[in-house]
């Protein structure tokens, strides 16, 4: 909160109306407990791994945004490769998408280095460039999972050529919004499509069993009422359906990073199971066991003013008794580790809702700038700019709704929530119309506007058509 009223000082410079309209309070530093989670005693971690399967290990990771103030979700998908690599998980059998603006952006002032947490080593060097710039898209990403090589634009052609002795191990960090993951080019990844995708790849007997990380705000969304439990698939993703996740090693912590870094360097959910994955022997930890420390930590986040988001888990659960190891292989560096400790917790550490860390990340930039430079002209229009947009795009959906429903019950019905159990929408075709009109018409949603997806949604879900959108889209936007 201390760095709520700076916030409101700066829009208050910037002469920008009233924040609380703009911005959801961004949220703050914090205290974890010091003391560790200790599992001792606790038998379901007395795992004991088929440690001589038969078949691949393979892993997709895939980073969906770009740009420097984003530096975060690269940083944990170079961690992610590391790890794996480490554990013995060959580069042909590592698919890697990531924008590669980071390690050199101007602003990184250590070229070529890529850390994913305060004074942490380097992430970057190694991390095979599969798919990068405009090839970290939809239509590749799709085409990977199902090893569709003739599906490919671009990129370097690896696929997950897997049979049905396979494991594949999937993670995605970016933004996101109800029913969507976000990519650095084009088109959204729809939950339907995805799960497609995976209902596909079963069918085709392209796996023994595939576990899915996923980090993103509304990450359940992706998968709620819609991923069944019997594909073999056990998923877990940072928030549920209808909250944001958080970023964290955050600018302004108190024991670093650097002063150098604008940006948070990880997101909670990734660096909770990434540093957990670290510093065990992964044929004594099970999945379950891993999803109980990151879930715990991610839920705390913020021992301060409890800010967190809840880990959640679908489709098979039964995978979760099995270990780490068949897909992530293991560190001979652990080999000897016996700890019942599952401390990856440093003490204190920031964490900033995922869909405000531009503005945080505008507002380090304008304040370290030099009174009158170009620097704090540039980074003051660019949050000014920021700041339009929200506006632009709370107004806009507001107004379609109110159109669409009058006065009075247009919040209510944009705000509907479903039960849990139950997707965001059940005619997708209609959802992407509707979004596709309200872009056409009113402008990208961006990444902060993805928020209002549920609203969309609900707009399908009440029966609006495409004809009713239009002109509510253009009455307002025009
Ligand atoms: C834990 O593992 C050890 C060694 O494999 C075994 O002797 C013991 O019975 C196991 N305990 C439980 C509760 O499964
Ligand atoms: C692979 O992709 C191509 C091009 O999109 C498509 O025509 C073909 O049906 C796909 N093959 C499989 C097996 O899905
Ligand atoms: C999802 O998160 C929200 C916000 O933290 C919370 O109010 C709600 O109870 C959660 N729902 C479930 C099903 O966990
Ligand atoms: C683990 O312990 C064994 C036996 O003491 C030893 O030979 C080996 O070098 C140790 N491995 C590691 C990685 O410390
Ligand atoms: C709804 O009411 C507000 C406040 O009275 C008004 O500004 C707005 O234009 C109204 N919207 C519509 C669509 O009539």
């Not at 924008?99 to 991390?127: H, L, M, Q, S, T």
């Not at 024991?255 to 065990?280: F, I, M, Q």
């Not at 107004?399 to 669409?404: D, K, P, S, T, V």
């Amino acid at each position: 909160m201390i760095c709520w009223g700076r916030f409101a000082l700066i829009l208050l410079t910037l002469s920008c109306l009233i924040v609380d309209e703009i911005l959801r309070p961004v949220t703050y530093a914090s205290k974890l407990p010091s003391k560790v989670l200790d599992f001792k005693g606790d038998s379901s971690n007395n795992a004991s791994c088929n440690t001589n399967f038969h078949g691949k290990r393979w892993a997709v990771l895939i980073a969906g945004s770009r740009g420097y103030e984003n530096y975060r979700h690269q940083a944990d998908v170079c961690h992610a490769y590391q790890l794996l690599k480490k554990g013995g998980l060959k580069d042909e059998n590592i698919i890697v998408f990531m924008y590669d603006d980071i390690a050199f952006d101007k602003n990184n002032f250590r070229p070529g280095v890529i850390i994913n947490k305060p004074n942490g080593e380097d992430v970057y060097k190694g991390v095979p460039k599969d798919y990068t710039g405009q090839h970290v898209n939809v239509n590749n990403f799709y085409a990977v999972i199902l090893g569709n090589k003739s599906a490919l634009t671009g990129g370097s052609g690896k696929v997950v050529d897997s049979g049905p002795n396979d494991r594949i191990f999937i993670y995605y960090t970016d933004h996101g919004g109800p029913g969507v993951l976000v990519m650095p080019n084009g088109e959204f990844v729809f939950a339907d499509d995805l799960n497609d995708v995976l209902k596909r790849k079963h069918a085709a007997k392209g796996y023994k069993s595939m576990v899915f990380y996923l980090e993103a705000c509304e990450s359940g969304s992706i998968f709620e009422g819609l991923l069944p439990d019997n594909l073999d698939i056990y998923a877990t993703t940072a928030s549920n359906a209808t909250e944001d996740s958080f970023a964290t090693y955050c600018p302004d912590e108190p024991e670093a990073p650097r002063v150098e870094y604008n940006t948070c360097l990880g997101d909670l959910y990734s660096v909770s199971w990434l540093e957990d994955s670290d510093k065990h022997d992964q044929r004594k930890e099970t999945l379950h066991k891993q999803y109980e420390v990151v879930q715990m930590r991610t839920e705390k986040g913020d021992g301060f003013s409890h800010q967190g988001s809840h880990v959640m888990q679908y489709g098979d659960k039964k995978l979760s008794n099995e270990c780490l190891y068949s897909y992530m292989g293991t560190n001979p560096a652990n080999d000897n580790d016996t700890s019942v400790e599952y401390a990856s917790s440093p003490s204190t550490l920031r964490v900033v809702n995922q869909r405000d860390v531009n503005l945080l990340y505008l507002w380090h930039k304008y304040h370290k700038a030099p009174a009158g430079s170009h620097e704090k002209l540039e980074a003051q229009k660019l949050l000014h700019d920021e700041i339009s947009l929200r506006k632009h795009v709370d107004y806009s959906i507001n107004h379609i709704g109110e159109l669409l429903y009058g006065n009075g019950s247009s919040s209510k019905v944009l705000e509907t929530v479903r039960p849990s159990g139950q997707p965001i929408v059940d005619d997708w075709n209609c959802f992407k119309m509707l979004v596709s009109t309200y872009e056409k018409y009113c402008g990208s949603l961006s990444r902060y506007g993805t928020q209002y997806l549920r609203a969309i949604a609900n707009m399908c879900n009440t029966g609006v058509t495409m004809e009713q959108m239009v002109t509510a889209s253009t009455q307002t936007c025009s």
